[in-house]
């Protein structure tokens, strides 16, 4: 992480290398935009500066000669170390935003491949999107490349029994004692309730015998 405590007044160090400070921050400044290819441009650049000087020199540099401030210096070199974001293949789907490309460089390397192969990632995404899916992460567990979600502590499970159990009570009191209402309750809904509460076998008995009834009504003569 770099150390950015350079002051105002403090005076460059005389260069080392083969192309100073005012060279690399010529071209870092040159390169800064609002696309995405400037962007990582900009990245890429700060990296070859990084690499090259001494680390007194860019530090100084960072601190006092670039168009962008030092922290952000610091996450466009990390948007720029990214293999995904900087394939140019995919900068049609990636959002113009410096911080937005920081942010998805914290999503794992699959998440991220999937995002953009199912075109969640737009030029539209914000940072509040990608921090979205960063909760919807964490949590998750991958086992021989597929995500396993944790199972519930039983302090939970426990919560979700009792609210499960208050709500089909309301349900019977609103029902009068029925698990379904048939005035109000839709088809499917009855359906899933039958499935959920009885056996296949038993179901099947009810299906036949409903249908049995009904020929019945069907036959019984009018009067």
């Avoid at 949590?139 to 609210?163: D, F, H, N, W, Y």
């Avoid at 009191?173 to 209402?181: K, Q, T, Y």
């Amino acid at each position: 992480m770099m150390n950015l405590s350079a002051r105002e007044n403090d005076v460059l160090p005389a260069p080392t290398n083969r192309r100073d400070w005012q060279f690399h921050a010529e071209r870092i400044n040159a390169a800064w935009g609002k696309q995405v290819e400037s962007i990582i441009e900009t990245g890429k650049h700060l990296i070859e500066a990084h690499d090259e000087m001494e680390r007194p020199s860019f530090e100084a540099m960072a601190q006092q000669r670039l168009i962008v401030v030092a922290s952000t210096a610091r996450k466009l070199m990390i948007v720029a170390k990214n293999p995904i974001l900087i394939n140019c293949a995919h900068w049609h789907k990636l959002p113009p935003s410096w911080g937005t490309l920081y942010e998805l460089t914290k999503l794992p390397t699959e998440v991220l491949r999937a995002k953009l192969a199912d075109g969640s990632i737009n030029p539209k995404i914000e940072r509040k999107d990608v921090a979205r899916w960063r909760v919807e992460q964490r949590g998750k567990i991958e086992v021989g490349g597929e995500t396993i979600e944790p199972q519930p502590s039983p302090a939970e499970q426990l919560k979700r029994a009792k609210a499960e159990i208050e709500r089909l009570k309301a349900r019977l009191e609103s029902a009068g004692g029925s698990l379904f209402d048939l005035a109000n309750d839709t088809p499917e809904d009855i359906g899933k309730i039958l499935a959920d509460n009885m056996s296949e076998r038993r179901f099947d008995v009810a299906v036949k015998a409903a249908k049995a009834r009904y020929k019945a009504k069907r036959q019984k003569p009018a009067g």
